[in-house]
């Protein structure tokens, strides 16, 4: 079926200034990628996986323009955690402001520099994001392989000696940085990945996990207070038998986010828990879209997703869980819930269930409320002020969420970037 003219008009314009590069071991990749691309078009708001969020601005020739954020009234992101640091400013990476890659105990490159001797990486880059094509088409996922200009590689042979930390830092107003990190677990390692910061006026982002028989990737990640900033990143993951998956997300403001994962439970056994809180203030749209398949058996997945939402802010939930025929014994989990703290706001959700399998144990749910009055006046009846009294309520609805990070100082960082934005919202 030939493409609608808005699409592939909407697609040559978006790439006419991008180019492939005319070397390296990613080059085949990227080529295939645009041939997937080609046949999909840029999304469009009719589509059915954008009924709920409007793509144009993504997929619009140029970023709007987008100011950072000039004041730092609290320390970055994971500040207090021993950690390895790469920094990218405007998606360029910044040498002089990272660490040695060697301290980590993993291997690590970067995809800017990928020459022509074949890389572990070869057999990884656009792999996931192509498996990931199906059912649901993601061209923006297939452009950031296609055009991606840099990225980190990372391969964990053993237990990481600390995680790695991603920086991102958004200094110019029309930045549009693309950037494509591979990461690869083998078998028994263990890797813990962080990001911080809001990276660009526009950014757009793929990673893709490999995580081999027994091995263990954690995944935490906070989306900066740039209030203008635009996004959409994309996690693929495949896991082996005996393997687990962990992934949780805060992000505060920004006009427009759609966070999507794709997961693949391959190996008998393996677990994977996706998790997110999100805290919206006024022109914001957050959208949470996630698709995990069960192929093994025995295996667990978990969805996890709180969204806080006030002055007119928007959040948006789409979750699958696919059981194929064969995944006996999965134990699927999923639930959504939004708090609403006006009448202004509004949450969409789209939660799914398809099960080929007679023997499993699946269950979703969404919810959508105000906060529990009876406890607001039982904490108001004991001398607690009304905005702190709603704070506490807001932190106990995103628990869930947190308690999906097992490093407890991380969570910790997490819980205290959540109160730092409900003191600089509570009086609006």
Known sequence: MALPQAKTDALEARIAGLSLPAAGWSVPARKEALARLSGMGMPAKRDE???????????????????????ADEAPAFDGIDRLTLVFVDGVFDAAA??????????????????????WARDLYGVLEARGQSPVQRPLSALNTAFASDGILIRATAKAAKPVSLVY???????????????????????????SGPAAARFNKVMEVD?????????????????????????FARLAAESL????????????TRNEAVLELLGDDAVAHVAGAAVGDGDFLHDDTV?????????????????????????????????????????????????????????????????YADDVQC???????????????????????MREAQALLVLA?????????????????????????LNRHKGA
Not at 245 to 255: E, I, P, Q, V, W
Not at 312 to 321: C, D, L, M, S
């Open 211 to 235: 995580v081999a028989e027994g091995g263990r990737f954690h995944h935490i990640r906070t989306q900066g207070r740039d209030h203008d900033r635009r996004a959409v990143t994309h996690i």
């Open 397 to 421: 609805f995103l628990a869930e969420a947190i308690r999906e990070i097992e490093d407890e100082a991380l969570a910790d960082d997490i819980r205290s970037r959540m109160e730092g934005w």
């Open 245 to 256: 998956f962990k992934s949780f997300t805060l992000t505060a403001n920004g006009r427009l």
């Open 169 to 195: 830092v958004h200094k110019s107003d029309t930045s549009d940085a693309i950037l494509h990190h591979c990461i690869k677990v083998d078998a028994g390692a263990e890797l813990t990945v962080l990001e």
């Open 291 to 355: 698709f995990i398949t069960h192929q093994g058996e025995r295996c667990e997945s978990r969805q996890v997703f709180k969204k806080v939402l006030k002055n007119g802010a928007v959040g948006v939930f789409q979750g699958k869980i696919l059981v194929k025929p064969g995944a006996q014994k999965t134990d699927g989990y999923q639930i959504s819930q939004s708090l609403l703290l006006d009448d202004d706001s509004q949450f969409l959700a789209k939660p799914e269930l398809e099960i």
């Open 363 to 385: 269950s979703h749910g969404s919810t959508s409320g105000a906060i529990d009055e009876t406890a607001l006046f039982y904490l108001r009846s004991r001398g607690v002020p």
């Open 49 to 71: 996986y954008w009924r709920y969020t409007d793509p144009s601005s993504l997929t619009a020739v140029s970023p709007k323009a987008a100011a950072p954020l000039e004041a």
């Open 98 to 119: 990272s660490d040695d890659p060697a301290l980590a105990g993993v291997e690590i490159s970067r995809l800017a520099e990928a020459g022509p001797d074949i890389h």
